[in-house]
């Protein structure tokens, strides 16, 4: 029997923005009227993650394929294992890689050397 896992990511929280009235994830649109900022408004998020978010895909997937958090812990455990695995540590250290990767490739399509053939053809 083959079991389909809804790609659903769940597993993440919802990136807010401050609004007007509000704040409102950058994500999926959900958005919360509050007078509170957005580092304080937690909500779980119902969409993918943003592309330069490369440890929240990493994860999304681990949990596709059947691998999450407790269960890789509950693996460490049955192993004798007892020292942390730093899944949020790497997760963020991934998420820190891909926001300077992207910002990276938006500078270099910026200045317009991204898909050309340098000299050649700025000589024509």
């Known amino acids: ?3 389909i896992f809804p790609l659903r990511c769940a597993m993440l929280p919802c ?3 401050q609004q007007t009235d509000g704040v409102k994830c950058v994500r999926c649109g959900h958005s919360e009227i509050t007078h509170h900022p957005p ?3 937690h909500a779980e998020c119902m969409a993918f993650p943003l592309s330069d978010e490369w440890g929240h895909w990493v994860a999304l997937f681990l949990a596709t394929v059947g691998l999450r958090k407790e ?3 509950w693996i460490r455990r049955r192993l ?3 020292e ?3 899944c949020d540590g790497r997760e ?3 998420n820190t890689l891909g926001g300077r990767a992207v910002t990276a490739w938006r500078r270099i399509k910026a200045s317009g050397w991204a ?3 340098s000299q050649v053809d700025r000589e024509r």
Do not use: D, H, Q, Y
């Open 92 to 94: 963020a250290w991934l």
């Open 115 to 117: 898909g050309s053939n």
């Open 1 to 3: 029997m083959i079991v």
């Open 84 to 86: 942390p695995c730093n």
């Open 15 to 17: 990136k807010f923005s």
């Open 71 to 73: 269960t890789w812990n």
């Open 80 to 82: 004798g294992l007892i």
């Open 39 to 41: 580092e304080r408004v």
